[in-house]
């Protein structure tokens, strides 16, 4: 399980034996991508407690909903680990979700990459970087809106054919998606966050969280490390979610009422007029350079990101098991 350095060393814990027979009290733990989910409906009829760690997975995959429909026919033995802001509120079955998911993993990720000790020497060569992968409607329909302004940045679309120079080759690099070139961050001077989902109305799978729409994994959490201030393309009030785990935002360079209109092509479209008349002069401005500082700090501090750990996800899965 992702959180086991956080466990308690003296709670038991052990792997799965198929020819093991397992004491009536025993609590088996799931992972999402792991083996032997067939064995789920047989221990529960057995009376076991299951704990089904979805991760990341904001919605869950619709294929899973056997699960939760499992869970809910055996009141009280099932439970999910999420990625999410609040727990759902549904009968016989526990919800643990951390919105902290990303930012507890990503935190030691990033720490490989030295992204703590990653020292600026901004060029301003161009206004903005911009990273995207994997194709998706929504994102081609943002692909389309930026055209205007690409001129101006450094970016990437993957599934487009458009790379980063001097990138990685993703079959060779661990954690990829987390990895940085220093030369694209210097010669720009603000970050276009792309987040995984942008139509608030197009997301598809279950859901078992509240205030579903609000999510930010590592495409966040990349400029907040390594020292950018950033527009967020993502669903609608996800600015409000950034500043509700104590980073921080940035108004004093341009009006962010845009991440709450109502429709994400019309917050790309004033995303688009941002970038066109923003001076990089404004990152001068002191209060933006200490919101920089703070931004970076926090999300290293490693005592911080335990404690969230153990709150929010150690905690309530130990209470879970003893009940």
Known sequence: MWFRPAWPRDYPVEYYEENKQYDPTTVFYYDMYGPYHQLILSQLAQGHKIIYDAKNEHYVNPDKHWILDAFRNHPGQGMFVISGHTPQSIPGVKVVATPYWYWILDQQKFLNYHYDSYAQAPTHQNKFFMQMSLSRPDRDNLWKQVQPILPMGL???????????????????????????????????????????????DITGFSVTQNDNKFICEKTYKPIAYGHAFLLASTRGNLAHVREQGFETFPELWDESYDDLPDYQQRVD????????????????????????????????????????????VEPVIAFVNE
């Open 270 to 313: 004033a995303i688009v007029t941002i970038i066109k008349n923003f001076d990089h002069g404004s990152l001068n401005n002191p209060v933006v350079q200490q919101k920089i500082a703070h931004n970076r700090q926090r999300f290293f501090d490693t005592e911080l990101a335990a404690r969230l750990l153990r709150e929010t996800v």
């Open 155 to 201: 970016y990437s679309y993957k599934s487009q054919g458009v790379h980063l120079p001097n990138d990685v080759n993703p079959d060779q690099v661990h954690d990829w998606q987390r990895y940085m070139n220093w030369d694209w961050i210097n010669s720009c001077s603000i970050t276009l966050v792309i987040e995984s989902n942008l139509d608030d109305h």
